[in-house]
C-alpha cells in the first residue's frame, strides 16, 4: 500500500473519530441542558446515569450520593445485559447496603473503588478488574459467579459541587465496542467526556438539593405560622392544619371528576401545590386579631365573663327585695295588720323564683348560638330595666347598656362591632401575602387564600366577589373553611356538630348562593365529608349520613 493510499485512509479514520466525538459532544451538552431543567431528584439521578451510559457505550452502572455518616449509598443501578433498574424513577429498592468510607477502626475503606475514588479525589480507570492488585472485587466476582455476567472494565468518578465538596460518585462498568459488542476499556476521551457530564451533574444535583432545602424551609416555615395562630387561640387550635387537608381533598376530587360542570378542570402539580399554599396561609392575618376578640367564649366575656358578676347581682337583688320585705313585715305588724304577712312572703318567694329563671335565662343567653328570638332580646331588655340598689341607695338598671348590646347578639358570641375585628383578618391576610415577592408558580396564592370568606352572590367579604369572578380553587378553599368550623370541636360558642347536622347547614348554604353548588355536590357524591371525618372528627359526630335528605344535593 502506498504511502498517499495510508495517509487517505488515515486522515478518513481521524475524519471518522472527530465525527464521533462531535456528536459525544452534541449529545453532553444536550444532556447537560435537559439536567438543568429537570426538578425531579428521582428522574435527574436517572438522566445523569443513562446518559453517560449512552455517551460512553457502558452496559451497566451505579449512582452512589455521600451520605451524612459517611457512607455512600445506592441510589440508582442499571445493566443492559442483566435487565436491572433499581432505584430512581422505578420505584424498586436497591437491596444493598451502603458502603463506608471509613472502617471501623476509623481508617480509610481504599479497596472499594467507589470509596477510593470519594476519599482521593480521583478518578479511577479499570481495565480489567480480574487483574486489578489494589481494590477489592470480591463482590463482583460472587455476583458474576451467581449471575453469570462478567464485570471486567469500570470507570469512577467523584461528583463535586460548585464548592468542591464530594456529593457522590458516577461508576460504569463494561465499555462496549460499537463494532464487535467485545468489553473494551473505557478510553481516555470517554473518560473525559463523563467527568466533564459529572461535573454538570453535581452542580445540577446541588441546584436540586438547594432548590428541595429552600423549599422545604418554606413549608416549614408557612406551617410553623399555621401552628403559632393555631397555638394564639385554644378554640380554634387545629383549624390552619385542618383546612390545608380538607382543601387537598376536595381540590383532588374537582380535578378527578369526570362529570359535571367542572368535567374539564384541571391543576398540574405546580397549580395544586400553589393551592397547598394558600390552604396553609389563608388565616395568616389572625395573626393581628386580638386574643379577647378571638377567644371570646361567651357574649360577656372580657378579661373574664361578666356572667359571674350578674349572678352576684341577683344575690344582691334578692336580699334587697328581702331586707324590703322584711320591714314592710315589721310595719304591717306594727299597724295590726297581720293578714299582709303571709303576702308579702308568697310575692318574696315568686319573686326569688323569677330571679333565678331570669338568671338561668342570662346564662343560656350568654352562650350564643345560631339564632336568638326578638321575643328573648325582649326579655333581656326587661331584666335589664328591674332597679338594683347601688353603695348610695340610688336604684340602678340591672344590666348595663353594653351587657344588654352583648347579650342580645343574634349568632354566635360577637358584636358587631367584634365581628368587624374577627372580619378584618381577611384582609390583613390578603395585604400579608401580596406583599410577599412570589416565583410565578405561586403568584396566586393572595386570590386563593384571600377568597374564602367571598359568597357566590357576591355578598361576602372582603371584596364582594360573585361565583363568576372567583377561581375553582378559591370556591374550594371557602367549603373548607366551613366545613371544618362547622364540625370543629374547640369553638367557644357551640358543640361540635355531627355530619348530619353539618352537612345539613351547607346544604342550605348552598340554596342560599353562600357556597359553590358544583363544588358541594362533588363534596358529597365523592363523600369528601366521610373521608375527612375519620381522619378528623371524634366518633360520636360521624353518624350515618341519608343523603338524600341534604338540602339542595344533586347526585
Request: with cysteine.
Given at each position: 500500500?502506498?504511502?498517499?493510499t495510508r495517509?487517505?485512509?488515515l486522515k ?9 466525538l462531535?456528536k459525544?459532544?452534541e449529545?453532553?451538552?444536550?444532556i447537560g441542558?435537559a ?7 428521582n428522574?435527574?439521578l436517572e438522566m445523569?446515569?443513562l446518559?453517560?451510559?449512552e455517551i460512553t ?7 452512589y ?11 440508582i ?5 442483566l ?11 436497591i437491596?444493598f447496603t ?13 479497596t472499594t473503588?467507589a470509596?477510593?475514588s470519594?476519599?482521593n479525589?480521583r478518578?479511577?480507570?479499570i481495565e480489567?478488574a480480574?487483574e486489578?492488585?489494589?481494590f ?10 451467581k449471575t ?5 472494565s469500570?470507570?469512577t468518578?467523584p ?11 458516577l461508576?460504569l ?5 460499537v463494532d464487535t459488542q467485545?468489553?473494551i476499556?473505557?478510553?481516555?476521551a ?8 459529572a461535573s454538570?451533574?453535581a452542580v ?5 438539593n438547594l432548590?428541595?432545602g429552600?423549599?422545604g424551609?418554606?413549608?416549614a416555615?408557612?406551617?410553623l405560622m399555621?401552628e403559632a395562630?393555631?397555638q394564639?387561640?385554644p378554640?380554634?387550635?387545629?383549624h ?5 387537608e380538607?382543601?387537598m381533598?376536595l381540590g ?11 368535567k ?5 402539580e405546580k ?5 397547598k399554599?394558600a390552604?396553609w396561609?389563608h388565616?395568616?392575618?389572625?395573626v393581628?386579631?386580638?386574643?379577647c376578640?378571638m377567644?371570646?367564649?361567651?357574649k ?6 361578666r356572667?359571674?358578676?350578674?349572678d352576684?347581682?341577683f ?6 327585695a328581702?331586707c ?5 313585715q315589721v ?16 310575692a318574696?318567694l315568686a319573686?326569688i323564683h323569677?330571679?333565678?329563671?331570669d338568671?338561668e ?10 339564632f ?7 326579655r333581656?331588655?326587661d331584666?335589664?330595666?328591674i332597679?338594683?340598689?347601688?353603695e348610695n341607695?340610688?336604684a340602678?338598671?340591672f ?7 352583648n ?7 360577637l358584636?358587631?362591632?367584634e ?18 415577592p412570589?416565583p410565578?408558580?405561586l403568584?396566586?396564592v ?7 370568606h367571598?359568597?357566590?352572590d357576591?355578598?361576602g367579604y372582603p371584596?364582594?366577589?360573585t361565583?363568576?369572578?372567583?377561581s375553582v380553587?378559591?370556591?374550594?378553599m ?5 366545613f371544618?368550623?362547622l ?11 355531627t355530619l ?12 342560599d ?9 362533588i363534596?358529597?357524591r365523592?363523600k369528601?365529608?366521610l373521608?375527612y371525618a375519620h381522619r ?7 353518624d ?5 335528605k ?6
Amino acid at each position: 500500500m502506498c504511502g498517499r493510499t495510508r495517509l487517505k485512509i488515515l486522515k478518513a479514520s481521524m475524519a471518522e473519530q472527530l465525527s464521533y466525538l462531535l456528536k459525544q459532544l452534541e449529545r453532553l451538552n444536550s444532556i447537560g441542558i435537559a439536567l438543568s431543567a429537570e426538578r425531579d431528584n428521582n428522574r435527574l439521578l436517572e438522566m445523569i446515569l443513562l446518559g453517560a451510559k449512552e455517551i460512553t457505550n457502558a452496559d451497566g452502572g451505579t449512582i452512589y450520593t455521600v451520605t451524612e455518616d459517611k457512607h455512600l449509598k445506592f441510589e440508582i443501578m442499571s445493566n443492559e445485559t442483566l435487565s436491572i433498574s433499581l432505584g430512581g424513577t422505578t420505584g424498586k429498592e436497591i437491596p444493598f447496603t451502603p458502603l463506608p468510607l471509613y472502617l471501623e477502626d476509623g481508617s480509610q475503606n481504599l479497596t472499594t473503588v467507589a470509596a477510593y475514588s470519594v476519599l482521593n479525589d480521583r478518578t479511577v480507570n479499570i481495565e480489567n478488574a480480574y487483574e486489578a492488585k489494589n481494590f477489592d472485587f470480591t463482590g463482583s466476582r460472587k455476583f458474576d459467579e451467581k449471575t453469570g455476567y462478567h464485570s471486567q472494565s469500570f470507570l469512577t468518578i467523584p461528583m463535586k459541587n460548585h464548592e468542591g465538596e464530594i456529593i457522590g460518585v458516577l461508576q460504569l462498568i463494561n465499555a462496549i465496542d460499537v463494532d464487535t459488542q467485545e468489553i473494551i476499556p473505557f478510553s481516555a476521551a470517554n473518560q473525559s467526556l463523563v467527568e466533564s457530564l459529572a461535573s454538570q451533574a453535581a452542580v445540577a444535583m446541588t441546584n436540586q438539593n438547594l432548590i428541595e432545602g429552600l423549599k422545604g424551609l418554606f413549608e416549614a416555615f408557612i406551617e410553623l405560622m399555621a401552628e403559632a395562630i393555631d397555638q394564639k387561640s385554644p378554640y380554634t387550635g387545629g383549624h390552619c392544619r385542618r383546612v390545608p387537608e380538607l382543601t387537598m381533598m376536595l381540590g383532588q376530587a374537582a380535578i378527578d371528576t369526570k362529570t359535571g360542570p367542572l368535567k374539564d378542570f384541571t391543576l398540574n402539580e405546580k397549580e395544586f401545590y400553589e393551592l397547598k399554599i394558600a390552604g396553609w396561609l389563608h388565616d395568616c392575618g389572625k395573626v393581628t386579631t386580638p386574643e379577647c376578640v378571638m377567644d371570646k367564649a361567651t357574649k360577656l366575656s372580657l378579661i373574664f365573663d361578666r356572667i359571674e358578676l350578674i349572678d352576684q347581682r341577683f344575690e344582691l337583688l334578692k336580699a334587697q327585695a328581702e331586707c324590703a320585705m322584711l320591714k314592710q313585715q315589721v310595719e304591717s305588724l306594727k299597724l295590726g295588720h297581720h293578714e299582709d304577712f303571709a303576702r308579702l312572703e308568697s310575692a318574696q318567694l315568686a319573686f326569688i323564683h323569677q330571679c333565678n329563671e331570669d338568671r338561668e335565662f342570662l346564662r343560656q343567653s350568654n352562650l350564643g348560638g345560631e339564632f336568638m328570638t326578638p321575643e328573648d332580646q325582649q326579655r333581656v331588655r326587661d331584666i335589664a330595666a328591674i332597679p338594683l340598689l347601688d353603695e348610695n341607695g340610688v336604684a340602678r338598671p340591672f344590666l348595663t347598656e353594653n351587657e344588654v348590646l352583648n347579650l342580645n347578639i343574634v349568632r354566635g358570641t360577637l358584636t358587631a362591632e367584634e365581628r368587624v375585628i374577627i372580619n378584618n383578618h381577611i384582609n390583613v391576610t390578603i395585604s400579608m401575602l401580596e406583599s410577599l415577592p412570589y416565583p410565578k408558580s405561586l403568584q396566586r396564592v393572595p386570590e386563593y387564600a384571600g377568597g374564602h370568606h367571598e359568597r357566590m352572590d357576591g355578598k361576602g367579604y372582603p371584596k364582594g366577589l360573585t361565583r363568576e369572578q372567583m377561581s375553582v380553587p378559591a370556591r374550594v378553599m371557602g367549603i373548607a373553611d366551613i366545613f371544618e368550623a362547622l364540625t370543629s370541636k374547640d369553638r367557644p360558642y357551640k358543640k361540635a356538630k355531627t355530619l348530619t347536622e353539618s352537612l345539613h347547614i351547607l346544604g342550605k348554604m348552598k340554596l342560599d348562593y353562600h357556597i359553590d353548588p358544583d363544588l358541594f355536590d362533588i363534596f358529597i357524591r365523592e363523600k369528601i365529608y366521610l373521608k375527612y371525618a375519620h381522619r378528623f372528627l371524634e366518633p360520636e359526630q360521624i353518624d350515618v349520613v341519608d343523603e338524600t335528605k341534604i338540602p339542595g344535593y344533586q347526585p
